[in-house]
């Protein structure tokens, strides 16, 4: 069990160093994505714009709240983040499907299709920051130096996704099922994660059960550091870290009985 | 060197094999009925010194799974494969390549890929875009190609992708009547920097030219060894 444990982990770092490759793909893919537009990327957040006026809009009309320019802010930062989290996992379900003729070519680890397909998604989020520098700006919120428990925030959820993309991939590869509920999740997961309410509307016994829901940890890792917030955050920063240990123990096992089959089933 | 000890490999049938319904209530209920699969290799012991060797049988008798094998492609269902040196492989016509990117893009992928440092691949780059002889359609995606002009981009990358060992599969005659010669003559020159070459054809009389050895196999199962 060590040695397996050893070897997943040295192989989980190697990945790394075969950025070069993942790095490539990404930034093409990312060209051929948005080819012949205008504006690239930026369509992502023009779309991503469109939904939070839409929601702020419905927000103002429909509550009438003293606090609009921090819900838009907030509403912006968890839009934001969740459709990155969402092209995410969205995007392993189909990974080595496409990958498919390359694959049957060359060994190459799956690990690195998992870290392509965070990096693209990555690429096009960072092109909203103009816009949630934009809203920050405009809010009551100033700047802090606790501002840098984003990066630690960010870097967690990175690491889990690098390990729910691991497991999502193969378990799609093999179960075609796991796509659909792969969708089916995420849709329901957006409503029933603090993205367009917040944890003070609902009752105290929901906020319980929202601990349960690991996005809810992802968003409280970025959105509360941006918002000089750290009520919940040293409580999802533990939470993370345990899904951390607990998915790389899962990825393990998966690792020692699935992925030399994985190939098989394409 | 390549040895193989009792290696098979298991192709999973994928009606059977697919619903996650099936393998929950499999798993909690527990379930007589097995998985199905097809036997693409069964009980092979193999062992491959410098040399050139050829892997011949009819569709489906196990000839590229075994190459798949070797490239660490597949991994066996069971059995243990030890190989020591560098592979590179020419399986697939189509090399990987990703039909939206352009010639030039491919080429430097697939450098990249087999691990050829940045300032090692521009100057390949450089060469193997000559070689191809393409010209502007190097900057087209290939999905705009023929069928000759993606084997031309495919055979001369692979030709400067070197190592130990190296795997072809149902190259030989590939390549327009024009190229063949020239083909040929570099497979040879090529073959010649490998310790060790494995090449998979229904070619006999071809492969008999170039092996010094030649593997049937029926079935998954090696028939013969002349």
Known sequence: MYIIFVNFLKEFFKCFSYSDIWVFYSHKNIILKYKDTILGPFWNVINSIFLISVLSLSYFLFLNPDDFNSFVYRLSISVFLWLFISSCLNGFTSLL????????????????????????????????FPIMLILFLISDFRFQLSLCFVFLGLFLLLINLILIGYLIT?????????KKIVENLVYAFFFATPIIWSENMVSAKIQKILIFNPFYHFIVLFRDPLMNNFEKFYQSFFISVLMIIVIFLINLKINKHLEKKTILYL | MIILENVSLNYPISNKNLSLRRSIVNGIFGSNIKSSYIEALRNINLKFDNGIYGLSGANGSGKTSLLKLVAGIFQPSSGKIEIS???????????????????????????????????????????????????EY??????????????RLAFFTSLHIESDILLLDEWIGVADQNLRDKVDKLIYERIAKSKITLIASHNSVRLKRICNKIISFEKGEISKIS
């Open chain 2, 85 to 135: 040196g560098s592979i590179s492989s020419m399986i697939d016509i189509n090399f990987g390549f990703n039909p939206e990117l352009t010639g030039v893009e491919n080429i430097e992928f697939r450098l990249i890929v087999e691990g050829i440092k940045r300032n090692q691949r521009n100057n390949l780059l450089d060469k193997i875009k000559n070689e191809t002889e393409l010209g």
């Open chain 2, 138 to 151: 190097l900057y087209l995606p290939i999905k705009t190609y023929s069928t000759g002009m993606r084997f």
């Open chain 1, 97 to 128: 499907e496409e990958k498919k003729d390359l694959l049957n070519e060359k060994k190459i680890d799956i690990k690195n299709f998992v870290c392509e397909n965070i990096y693209t998604n990555f690429i096009i989020f960072i092109h909203s």
């Open chain 1, 170 to 178: 193969i378990l799609s590869a093999i179960y075609k099922d796991v």
